[in-house]
């Protein structure tokens, strides 16, 4: 008897936790120096430019974007876009008509690869280069652009040469990119 008044109660009381009424969440923008404000639409809209240029490196073979680039802004910090790249196609896993990846497949992936490395560094460094000189970034003199990408790797391939991540990293005063190839 008393284990089930216990249960009653106990049912009821996360319930009136629940009446209260919910507090508006403010404006959704990042603070930067100052007191201008970026709003995340404009964070939103950089993020697309990068999906989209990431998407074309590589012309008729082009690198496959994972997911969505993601960018925040970081107050005395900068603007940091990070994205999961995979370097060329493979394929995902056993098939209707294919079950393994033959010898011949491999090495064609892993030479196509290798040469989207520095396709993929190029691109990376001039989407840094963009986004220090985006006027709607507002960013302030003391102010980094980071560029991340983390490549993505099937267990099967021979990674031999291949980097786990190309890391772009520009002061906003100006100057040359550094591209950390790790």
């Not at 639409?41 to 989209?52: H, N, P, R, S, Y």
């Not at 060329?88 to 393994?100: D, H, R, S, Y």
């Not at 990376?124 to 302030?140: G, K, N, Q, V």
Request: aromatic share 4%; charged share 20%.
């Amino acid at each position: 008897m008393k284990l089930a008044i216990f249960l009653a109660v106990a049912a009821v009381v996360p319930a009136s936790a629940q009446l209260g009424t919910m507090k508006q969440a403010p404006p959704a923008s990042v603070k930067t120096a100052g007191t201008m404000d970026v709003p995340l639409q404009t964070i939103g809209a950089l993020e697309k430019d990068m999906d989209g240029r990431i998407s074309a490196t590589g012309g008729a073979d082009p690198c496959n974007l994972l997911g969505q680039t993601r960018g925040i802004y970081v107050s005395g910090l900068g603007a940091i876009f990070t994205a999961e790249v995979e370097l060329a196609a493979t394929p995902g896993g056993v098939g209707l008509f294919q079950t393994t990846v033959g010898p011949a497949q491999k090495a064609k992936i892993h030479k196509d690869k290798l040469a989207h490395v520095p396709l993929l560094e190029t691109a990376l460094r001039d989407m840094a280069l963009s986004l220090a000189a985006s006027p709607s970034l507002r960013l302030s003199d003391t102010d980094q652009v980071v560029v991340a990408v983390r490549l993505v790797y099937r267990p099967w391939e021979d990674m031999t040469g291949l980097p786990g991540q190309i890391l772009v990293r520009l002061d906003h005063r100006g100057g040359i990119p550094k591209v950390e190839v790790q």
